[in-house]
């Protein structure tokens, strides 16, 4: 069965950086990415990757993110640096399988950027 699991959330200080790792099993995946929901707020796509390495990125966060992945460990990254208050939110972890188009999520770990 697919699983993900998201790592490397936590709470740092404005313009700190914070690196996340979400190890994917079950499937061989597509397009893998990250998502935010903060409180009150609508799940909104933060950045995703491709299996052939194409990227995509939300504009308020381009500079600062650097979306990545592994493709022998089924693992994608997410390198945050200059990490803004705005950023505060829950990250999830997304994957969609290569040959069934088949979405996945993780549980979620959140990001608190807080002095």
């Known amino acids: 069965q697919v699983q993900l699991v998201e790592s490397g959330g936590g709470l740092v200080q404005p313009g700190g950086s914070l690196r996340l790792s979400c190890a994917a099993s079950?499937?061989?995946?597509?397009?893998m990415g990250w998502y935010r929901q903060a409180p009150g707020q609508q799940r909104e796509l933060v950045a995703r990757?491709?299996?052939?390495?194409?990227?995509n990125y939300a504009d308020s966060v381009k500079g600062r993110f650097t979306i990545s992945r592994d493709n022998a460990k089924n693992t994608v990254y997410l390198q945050m640096n200059s990490l803004k208050s705005e950023d505060t939110a829950v990250y999830y972890c997304?994957?969609?399988?290569?040959?069934?188009?088949?979405?996945?999520w993780g549980k979620g770990t959140l990001v608190t950027v807080s002095s």
């Open positions: 079950g499937s061989i995946f597509n397009a």
């Open positions: 990757i491709t299996l052939e390495g194409r990227t």
């Open positions: 997304n994957a969609q399988t290569k040959y069934a188009y088949t979405n996945y």
